[in-house]
């Protein structure tokens, strides 16, 4: 992958990237739930390589079900 993790503040944002790949959010997402990226005494917490600050896991997890959730459209399928 040619864009560093830290170029992204928070999970949403690779969520909301336009140009990746959903693998590819997924990869940059699971790496970021790693218990290699937590953050020392604080468990609930996960800083990526090169990130300015730790994000909670509950926001990673979060994004990564954000993916798996059917883009919203506009109109109602009754």
Avoid at 39 to 50: I, S
């Amino acid at each position: 992958m040619s864009e560093p993790f830290s170029r992204y503040l928070h999970p949403f944002d690779v969520v909301q990237h336009p140009s990746l790949e959903p693998e590819v959010k997924r990869a940059i997402l699971a790496s970021w739930a790693s218990d290699r990226s937590a953050v020392k005494d604080q468990p609930a917490m996960r800083r990526p390589p090169g990130a300015k600050r730790a994000v909670r896991i509950d926001e990673v997890f979060a994004a990564m079900r954000a993916l798996d959730e059917p883009p919203a459209s506009g109109g109602s399928l009754q």
